[in-house]
């Protein structure tokens, strides 16, 4: 079916979502993801994890920054947490967002932090 008929039946929106690889890919495990890169020694020392996860949190700010440099989600826990503790690597799927009240139930999202 062409672009054309699909933009016609669905929305240009639509269209392109659905003829997207993305839309069509896999759920991918956050760890599979990034083993892909470099094997397990992209986040472990010799493969093996570290008894603290230190040396794992070090691996993630030298590919996506400090905590203190991200966003305003992020920025408050610089000090306190390590991303794994939120982001679970081998129980999370890449572009999983983690629920804030998993810690926190005041009811914040990470969506009404980052729009104040």
Partial sequence: ??????SAL?????A????????????QELAEMHAEMEGCEACHA????????????EQCQSCHGTLAE????????????????CHAPHDSNV??????????DDGRTADSVLKK
């Fill in 1 to 6: 079916m062409s672009n054309k008929i699909l």
């Fill in 10 to 14: 669905f929305g240009a929106g639509l």
């Fill in 95 to 104: 572009g999983d967002r983690p629920a804030c009240d998993s810690c926190h």
């Fill in 46 to 57: 010799n493969g093996e994890p570290s008894a603290d996860g230190a040396h794992e949190f």
């Fill in 70 to 85: 991200m966003d305003a989600v992020h920025k408050p826990h610089d000090g306190n947490l390590m991303c794994a503790d």
């Fill in 16 to 27: 392109a979502l659905a003829l997207s690889p993305a839309a069509m890919a896999e759920p």
